[in-house]
C-alpha cells in the first residue's frame, strides 16, 4: 500500500466522487479512478458502490478507512515534531572521500549542528564512489566532474596542490607515493608521472596514508593543501605549488533542491569549500 493510494480512497469517501477527490487531491479524475482500480484489485475487494451518482464505501472500505485514520493520525503527530524544532528539520546523507568528512567537513559540523538543532547529517565515507543514482546518498562531493546523471551537479570550488619532498635528496632516493591507475586523470598523479619518479613503490589514494609516509622525511608525494597541516613550515621538506587545481563537485538529488534542510546543508559544505578555495 502507498499513502499516496490510501489518501485518494478517503478522498473518494469524504467527496462522494471521483471530480471531488480529485479537486480535493489536485490530481487528474482520471489518475484517481485509474488509483483507485488497482488498490481495488490488489485488495480483491470492492471499496465503493455507485448509488444515486455517488460512490458510497463498501463494509471493506469502511474496515480500511479506519487504518487510514490512524495513519493520518501519526502523520499529524510526525508533523507536530516538526513544528517543535526550530528552523528546518532533516536528515541529510552526505557522501565523500574520508579525507574530505574528516578534514574539510568534521571540524564545522559540531558548530552547524549545534546552530540547527532539526537536522542530522549522515556521513557515507569511502574511497569509492557511492552509488548515487540509486539514492543511496543525498548529497555526494566528487572529484571528478560526472558526465552526466539525473541530478543536479555544480561545482563546489578548488584547492592547491603541493609536492612535498625531503630538502636533502643527497641520501637514499625516497619513497615515491603515487596513486592507483584508474585515477591517471587527475592533477596529482599526471604531476607524479612528468617527473619520472624512480621509486614509486608506495600505490594508495588515501592522503593520510601519503602524509604520514612524507612526515617520515623518506617519501614523496602531492597532497591537497587542506591536508598539508604542519608539512609546509616543516623546512626538512621542500613543497612545490602544482600549477593546476584541485576541483571539487557536488551532486545534489533533484527532488531535494527546494526542500529547506537541504538547502541549508547546501550552503554549509559550499562554506566549507569557500573557505579553502580562498585560502
Not at 622525511?217 to 591537497?224: E, F, I, R, T, Y
Amino acid at each position: 500500500m502507498n499513502w499516496d493510494d490510501l489518501r485518494i480512497i478517503a478522498a473518494v469517501r469524504d467527496e462522494g466522487t471521483y471530480a471531488g477527490a480529485s479537486a480535493r487531491l489536485r490530481i487528474d479524475e482520471t489518475t484517481v479512478g485509474r488509483r483507485l482500480a488497482r488498490i481495488q484489485r490488489d485488495l480483491g475487494v470492492p471499496l465503493f458502490e455507485a448509488v444515486d451518482g455517488l460512490r458510497r464505501p463498501t463494509r471493506h472500505c469502511e474496515a480500511v478507512l479506519e487504518h487510514v485514520g490512524a495513519m493520518a493520525a501519526h502523520a499529524a503527530a510526525i508533523d507536530r515534531i516538526k513544528e517543535s524544532q526550530p528552523g528546518p528539520v532533516g536528515r541529510l546523507r552526505i557522501a565523500s572521500t574520508n579525507a574530505i568528512a574528516e578534514e574539510l567537513l568534521a571540524p564545522h559540523a559540531s558548530d552547524f549542528l549545534r546552530d540547527h538543532p532539526g537536522l542530522t547529517l549522515q556521513f557515507l565515507t569511502a574511497s569509492g564512489n557511492v552509488k548515487f543514482s540509486r539514492w543511496q546518498a543525498d548529497l555526494a562531493i566528487r572529484l571528478r566532474k560526472p558526465e552526466k546523471g539525473d541530478f543536479t551537479i555544480s561545482k563546489l570550488g578548488e584547492v592547491r596542490l603541493y609536492f612535498l619532498e625531503p630538502a636533502d635528496r643527497s641520501g637514499i632516493e625516497p619513497v615515491a607515493c603515487v596513486y592507483p591507475d584508474e585515477l591517471d586523470a587527475i592533477p596529482e598523479q599526471q604531476f607524479l608521472r612528468s617527473k619520472r619518479l624512480k621509486n614509486a613503490r608506495c600505490i594508495t589514494d588515501n592522503v593520510r596514508i601519503i602524509r604520514t609516509m612524507i612526515q617520515s622525511h623518506l617519501a614523496v608525494g602531492v597532497l591537497p593543501e587542506y591536508s598539508c597541516g604542519l608539512l609546509l613550515a616543516d623546512r626538512s621538506l621542500r613543497a612545490t605549488l602544482l600549477p593546476r587545481r584541485r576541483d571539487f563537485w557536488l551532486l545534489v538529488q533533484n527532488h531535494l533542491k527546494r526542500d529547506p534542510a537541504a538547502r541549508l546543508t547546501i550552503e554549509w559544505v559550499r562554506q566549507c569549500f569557500r573557505d579553502i578555495s580562498q585560502g
